[in-house]
């Protein structure tokens, strides 16, 4: 098999697997209605329906990594798609919630082997520094489109068959993913590694407690004493694994890795990014949806140019830009690139026109395209060879840590901003006033049963409050962008445009049967 055909079906494996996370991630917001009224989910089931997946995923990214080296990425890549594929099945004819959240539980575990195989496969059959940020960046461009794609489809799907259906939609290309894979050489580490189980137990427990405490910190405030406990225990068991990694001979994670600039830097750079772009997604829906009244559909198609923005600059530009500019300035300029997106978002209102919002977007998927390209490449190609899943577990664990600190910290903020800003007219009576105050998404519903000129004045003050509430967070959002921009100039400046690992390994790989 020509080489060529080998690094096509890699770059399509990798695209397809992190296509299908992606998707699975968003789809499922748009059916929770759905749950509610045919399944009869209750609202603390629907929670667990929503967050079982990130808190799988996230307790077991550094888990599969080190599988993946150790026992053949390959192998573990399939494995996890297929996973997938079955815990897809389960949760599209799941008869109650509570079969519903095993599912969604399996399809986190499976998603947790799926990301840091297909970014490890990469870095082992990409051996050069153009082909392997060229790689990177379709990945991670196909990935931010997963994320506008994820509401259409499920848009689509809603309208003409029931809940469930939104999952099915993984099972084909779950199948696309397995027969390409047939195509891709595996690969694992030279050396012999063993998986020390303490360490295991310590990074599953600490990263799912630090999770479950953000997203509990934006359900139930920060000062909630779940959520503290939650962050006690994670923060805990996080500093008892960091000390046993030194300690170890073969860490699941090598913190000397940390010591490196670029590797530290990128990483950071990575997690403080979705921290705010996961807060763009989050809050544009919802500016979509509740405040223009716009349906699912009509809402997912309108983050489609900035996906291709984002497939475009991380795909095609972001290895040019390296060549040309360096890694600093290209991921500074990415960073503030998307800080121009949220500044332009931070000045919407009801009435805004469309190639505002437009504008937003596409700056900051093009932004956004950049920076995660480049930091991403920059981790797998300062970390060794033969530690390639490592790397992308804790780049990935990184991702999940921070879309949930985004969600939790920018959603408080918008949630703030609108009770404190919100002052409804005369005559609401007190029980629909709380409602009001409790959620934007219940003003139409509250309005509706109030009189004229009442039930225009809610509206407007409401989504007054709510717009401002928008752009305060985004406005926050732009600023933390600005710094983060400064900050990656200066501490990714001594990296080199193409990075040569003088710790790499030769690793065996085996072709394709």
Known sequence: MSTRVRNL??????????????????????????????????????????????????????????????????????????????????????????????????????????????????????????????????????????????????????????????????????????????????????RRMQLDAVSVGLSIVGVIALVYGLKGAFYAGLWYPEVLGAFAVGGGCLVVFLRRQRRLEVPLIDVELFRRRGFSASVGSNLVSVFTMSAFALISSQYFQLVLGWSPLRSGLAFVPGALAALVAGGVLAAKFVRRFGRAPTVSGGLALAALGFGLFGSVGADTPYTLVLAAQVAFGAGAGLTLTVTGDTILGTAPRDRAGAAAAISATAYELGGSLGIAVVGSVLSAVYHAELTLPAGVPPALAAQVHESFSATAAVAAGLPEPVASAVRLAAEQSFVGGIRTSMLGSAAVMVVLSVVALRTLRRVPKVIENPLDQPEPVDSPK
């Open 9 to 190: 079906a890699t770059i399509l494996v990798s695209c397809l697997a992190q296509l299908m996370v992606a998707i699975d991630m968003t789809v499922l917001h748009l059916a929770v209605p759905a749950l509610t009224t045919q399944l009869g989910a209750s609202a603390e089931e629907l929670l667990w329906i929503a967050d079982v997946y990130g808190f799988a995923m996230g307790g077991l990214l550094v888990t599969m990594g080190n599988l993946g080296d150790r026992l053949g990425r390959r192998r573990i890549l399939v494995i996890g798609v297929s996973a997938f594929a079955v815990g897809s099945l389960l949760a599209a004819y799941a008869p109650t919630a509570g079969l519903l959240i095993v599912a969604r539980a399996l399809l986190g575990v499976a998603g947790a082997a799926v990301l840091p195989s297909t970014s490890s496969l990469l870095r082992a059959v990409f051996t050069t520094q153009r082909a392997r940020t060229a790689a990177v960046g379709a990945g991670a461009g196909v990935s931010a489109a997963g994320f506008a794609i994820g509401p259409i489809v499920g848009g689509v799907l809603l309208d003409h068959f029931w809940w469930g259906s939104v999952f099915l939609v993984n099972v084909p290309v779950a199948g696309l993913i397995l027969l390409a894979a047939r195509l891709v050489p595996e690969s694992r580490s030279g």
